[in-house]
């Protein structure tokens, strides 16, 4: 499998406090990399960097190399394209107070004005494929806000999949939803994985154990361990790794 | 109780202009010239006046004001600059309004030579107003979820295009109340107006024509002991209109939320 993302060498400061220590790892096309941590670890200060989106906290600074598609992150000047191009749903779904239809077209309208026949196509097509078309094809100019937990988590991944993004990254996605809603988001990501890289952040050890490819387990800011995720959860070579996904801390 | 005491309180004030001064209104009060210094005739001028100079100075503050707002909450990161900004802003709104009639009076009539007119009046009341809508309009902006603006910048939105599609929107009625206190403030006031935009009786033909508004037209009436009847007319105008303006810009803003619900 290709490489789609290299980290190198990551250093991520807020102020004086140090998020991030001497990060380094790939993101494969086709996988889902997971990374397991405990709060405070620097698993979503690592997905802010990826996307930039950090630069919008005014005190921090990242030092090292996050490379996407052979293009070193720091240089790219159109960020919001690269932001299209990593898309991010966040712990918490954020529906906007709009509509479905408006919520699944607010990003793609951004870029550009699309036509009825293109945006009927995208909202049904980014519905099938967060398994949420069934459940809202009747309705979709009701207000989005109306949905349940679960249900507006996956219009989140919906409005995220309308930017046609390559990499998805999830800050932990099912942290507020019931065991059934988790199934769904979980299935959506291992049929996004045929066409996207996606990084799962997860507090969650047993949802990492289920879904993931790889995993990566980040403590204090440093990358403990990396590996398969069956040899994570089976036979971790360090033994923090160890400790923690069989809840002795964490 | 003290809500009670302050819907008497302004049923009473409303009731008393009003009660006093309806019978001296006429279709002819409201469409002739003043006559006489206001013995004789109508209010026209005085309407005309008034709505032209309180449109300039809403049309000046507004779009500066929210656009001051709108750089203060998404544009700037809290520092020194921002807090002497918003020190600024709250001393400009703590001076007494004769301060601005003074300050317009220099500025505007003499050395920028626009004499008594209304558009020296409207610059003044603008400058009046400012400090109250950047303020509310600050104060909307910031009840804005910040993860609006994270969603709309993760799917590659511009700044530009965070502000006015995840932002503005959802602060518009809290910004549009400024502007109504803006307009309610404008139009009551005397002080400023006297010094910038004089008194004359004349119906005005352009921004640079002197113009007296209904409060200036109420006080020299009043104050000169020219015609109480008059004045309690010109009062009680003068409440139906901000009556008027305040009823068709709420309604306005909740057919707008409304139409963002269904939407």
Request: aromatic share 8%; glycine share 14%.
């Given at each position: 499998m290709q490489n789609k993302i290299a980290i190198n060498k990551l250093n991520v400061f807020f102020g004086k406090e140090?998020?991030?220590?001497?990060i380094s790892f790939d993101v494969k096309n086709n996988e889902i990399l997971t990374v397991i941590g405990?709060?405070?670890?620097?698993k979503s200060t690592l997905l802010l960097a990826i996307n930039r989106m950090?630069?919008?906290?005014?005190?921090a600074k990242v030092y090292g190399e996050i490379v996407i598609d052979g293009e070193q992150v720091s240089g790219i000047r159109d960020v919001e394209n690269l932001r299209r191009k990593i898309g991010m749903v966040y712990a918490m779904p954020i529906p906007l107070p709009m509509s479905i239809r408006d919520n699944i077209l607010f990003g793609a309208r951004m870029k550009r004005m699309l036509k009825k026949k293109e945006e009927n196509e995208m909202v049904e097509s980014t519905l099938r494929a967060s398994f949420l078309w069934d459940e809202v094809k009747d309705r979709l100019?009701?207000?989005?806000?109306?949905?349940s937990g679960g249900q507006q988590q996956r219009l989140c991944i919906s409005r995220t999949l309308a930017v046609k993004p390559d990499v998805i990254m999830f800050d932990?996605?099912?942290?507020?939803?019931?065991p059934i809603s988790t199934a769904k988001v979980e299935d959506a990501m291992k049929e996004l994985k045929r066409d996207h890289a996606i990084i799962l952040v997860t507090n969650n050890t047993k949802q990492a154990a289920r879904v993931g490819d790889r995993t990566a387990f980040l403590l204090m800011g440093e990358l403990v361990e990396i590996d398969d995720t069956n040899k994570i959860f089976?036979?971790?070579?360090r033994k923090k790794t160890e400790e923690y996904i069989t809840g002795k801390f964490g | 109780m003290s809500t009670t005491s302050a819907v008497c309180a302004l049923v009473f004030v409303i009731g008393f202009v009003l009660a006093g001064g309806f019978s001296h209104i006429s279709w002819g009060f409201l469409t002739e010239p003043i006559l006489d210094m206001g013995r004789e005739g109508g209010i026209l001028p005085a309407i005309v006046g008034t709505l032209l100079m309180v449109m300039v100075a809403v049309g000046i503050a507004a779009p500066l004001g929210i656009a001051s707002a709108i750089y203060l909450s998404e544009?700037?990161?809290?520092?020194k600059l921002t807090q002497a900004i918003r020190f600024g802003i709250n001393c400009l709104a703590g001076v007494p309004s004769i301060i601005f009639g003074l300050f317009g009076f220099i500025l505007?009539?003499?050395?920028?030579?626009?004499?008594?007119s209304i558009l020296s009046g409207g610059l003044s009341l603008a400058a009046m107003i400012l400090p109250t809508i950047i303020r509310t309009a600050e104060e909307a902006l910031r009840s804005v979820p910040s993860s609006y603006r994270d969603v709309a910048a993760s799917l590659g939105g511009t700044r530009w295009q965070v502000v006015t599609r995840s932002v503005l929107p959802y602060a518009l009625p809290g910004i549009l109340t400024g502007v109504i206190l803006g307009i309610g403030r404008s139009i009551e006031e005397t002080a400023v107006v006297i010094f910038t935009?004089?008194?004359?009786?004349q119906m005005p033909t352009s921004l640079f024509d002197s113009a007296r508004t209904m409060s200036v037209h109420f006080y020299i009436l009043a104050r000169e002991g020219i015609s109480n009847d008059n004045a309690y007319a010109t009062a009680a105008v003068l409440i139906c209109t901000i009556l008027v303006i305040n009823i068709t810009a709420y309604s306005l803003m909740h057919r707008l939320m409304r139409g963002r619900k269904t939407a």
């Open positions: 140090q998020a991030l220590k001497d405990p709060a405070n670890s620097g950090i630069d919008r906290v005014s005190n100019d009701s207000s989005g806000m109306k949905l932990e996605p099912c942290s507020g939803l019931d089976t036979a971790p070579s | 544009y700037t990161v809290e520092g505007f009539v003499v050395m920028l030579g626009f004499g008594w935009a004089g008194s004359a009786v």
